[in-house]
T-cell receptor
Framework: GAGVSQSPRYKVAKRGQDVALRCDPI?????LFWYQQALGQGPEFLTY????????KSGLPSDRFFAERPEGSVSTLKIQRTQQEDSAVYLC????????????FGAGTRLSVL | AQRVTQPEKLLSVFKGAPVELKCNYS??????LFWYVQYSRQRLQLLLR??SRESIKGFTADLNKGETSFHLKKPFAQEEDSAMYYC???????????FGTGTRLLVSP
């Protein structure tokens, strides 16, 4: 079946613009995660949803970052007033649910802030 | 604090040589550890996890709690093993993965 789908694959934004990144998890997956991967680094956790509930947002770097999953399926990561340091690959992952700990990753969205 | 350390940014070997990618971790609880791999122009995918104790594509990894290590090994490297390898620890309380910085494996003919 289809894997985790992310769009757009690439996004170029001018500093100060707002951006929205979309994630379609694997159908039926309860858990959804967002990670940020800077160049030369491993992915770093941003936030976690179980169905529509955002259970952990401890990794969001500032209040300019906001994520939602209103119907427990598709999720959107929004970054307001983008800064150059926001340039990174944003990865979405999903898993069947708590206790089923394999996370399946999307291809990512590469964000470049000029 | 949870932390995963991969000391080598790049590991370059010849085809047929043994490979060991190092991973050390710090975690106060009982860890669940994974190796993820990213081939060129592909997404991050699970290679293996310590609780399944499998051998995938000839790779194995044993959790050594005394040395807090989870090194990835393969006796005979193949060119198709060239990729970026990430060691990750699951924070089971919060469900999130903590990744190392990755090791690029380059297998030359």
């Amino acid at each position: 079946g289809a894997g985790v789908s992310q769009s757009p694959r690439y996004k170029v934004a001018k500093r100060g613009q707002d951006v929205a990144l979309r994630c379609d998890p694997i159908s039926g997956h309860v858990s959804l995660f967002w990670y940020q991967q800077a160049l030369g680094q491993g992915p770093e956790f941003l936030t976690y949803f179980q169905n529509e509930a955002q259970l952990d947002k401890s990794g969001l770097p500032s209040d300019r970052f906001f994520a939602e999953r209103p119907e427990g399926s598709v999720s959107t990561l929004k970054i307001q007033r983008t800064q150059q340091e926001d340039s990174a690959v944003y990865l979405c992952a999903s898993s069947p649910g708590p206790g089923k700990n394999i996370q399946y990753f999307g291809a990512g969205t590469r964000l470049s802030v000029l | 604090a949870q932390r995963v350390t991969q000391p080598e940014k790049l590991l370059s070997v010849f085809k047929g040589a043994p490979v060991e990618l190092k991973c050390n971790y710090s975690y106060s609880g009982s860890p669940e550890l994974f190796w993820y791999v990213q081939y060129s122009r592909q997404r991050l995918q699970l290679l293996l996890r310590h609780i399944s104790r499998e051998s995938i594509k000839g790779f194995t990894a044993d959790l050594n709690k005394g040395e807090t290590s989870f090194h990835l090994k393969k006796p005979f490297a193949q060119e198709e093993d060239s990729a970026m390898y990430y060691c990750a620890l699951l924070n089971t309380g919060f469900q999130k993965l903590v990744f190392g910085t990755g090791t690029r494996l380059l297998v030359s003919p």
